[in-house]
């Protein structure tokens, strides 16, 4: 009996790997509870959700997801974002992808940048520039669109003639100088890494460090505290070289090299300089938590994987990932600035957690107390859960045959405490067969409220409340 039921939890998660055909627009959708009165504004996120046409999961077609808060009321409305790979969606596979076979795709992508055969398909993340808002994937072509129609706007074309081949879709944001940071990696004979910031109202990107680099690494994320910016790079590298002529998928060029284990390659944010390499044991990781100064150190926490097998367990089978999820571990690493030295340790409260959120706007880069993530146990991400990353406490919220994705916090704006607000989660109600939206106390992880969408929404990466 425990068997048969386990199967069944296990499998029930694979309507969320369906593609979802349907745009919608609904003014009013069913609320369930009671919605903050100070809760206005959209949580807007972006979705593979045309999943015939990959191999992996991080290949479906991008989908904006919005449900807007007004006066009590919720709307909803879902739209794919009109981007080149969306187009050409008939010819049944998408080129140039993350890791669905590409047909000489990769050849293409590292050898003519701005061939229309390199994934433009934006459905990872999303950012605020200024005015504009783009949605983004891990090659540097964004693609702006309207955060209340949906509506595609078009490219995002940078100004500034900087040619590159692979980015990350979870820029920062810099408050004082009002601008997005983020990096790139420049594919050639002499390869670098490029960490940029881009003015709010510009096109032109500002470069803050360069550093070359023979073999990239793979890195989903990176750290920003208030004085460095970091980027971690596991030992998951390629060759360029080899990669413009290999005909794979761009992530099965990247070769796990353990034995060379993780070096942090940490930069000063106001001058540009390179403070050292601080080398630790080998680790993978897709999720910066956060980072902050402390003294003559460096605090970095993070959500560690022994090693990427997380990446091929998301090739897509017939109901979905082929793999299970590995345990994961949310680690504090400190670095010592002036003598080299590298320390961690896993922070009480932090095991089988992903996509993590803090109180961004407030505590990114300096020292916090609270994250929330979606966590797991033997299936599919089947929970949402707190942190106190100081005193190492856990909450949880789960529910029968629920499957959340990433909590985002909203805070309260008339309130101090770090943890007073809303979270915010897409959740798929394996037994309804449609997806709600969940309203989640962020401090004690009590249930406020459901609005129900009208159909089911694909298990998504990333997205942001934006404000009303
Ligand atoms: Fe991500």
Redesign the pocket.
Known sequence: MATALSQTQATDHSLGFTSLDEETALDSVPVRGELPAWLRGALVRVTPAQLDVADHWFDGLAMLNRFGFEDGRVSYASRFIRSRSWERRSDGRVAGGFGTDPCKGIFKRVQSLFSPEVTDNPN??LARIGERYIAMTETPLPIEFDPDSLETVGPFEFGDGMRAHVTT??PHHDPERDELVNYVARFSRTSEYVLYGLPAGSSERRVIARMPVKEPAYM??FAMSERHLVLAEYPLRANPLKLALSGKAFIQNYEWRPEQGTRFQVFDRASGTHRGTFETEAFFC??HVNAFDRDGSLVIDLVAFDDPSIIDALYLGERGPRGTLPPTELRRYELDLDGGGVSWSALPGGHNVELPRIDYSRRNGRDYGFAWFAGHGEGWIDRLVKVGVRDGTRLEWSAPGCFPGEPVFVRDPGAEAEDAGVILSVVLDAQAGDSFLLVLDAATLEELARADAPHHIPFG??GQFLRG
């Open positions: 990872v993340n879709a979870h989903h994320a897709f999720h990466f990333h």
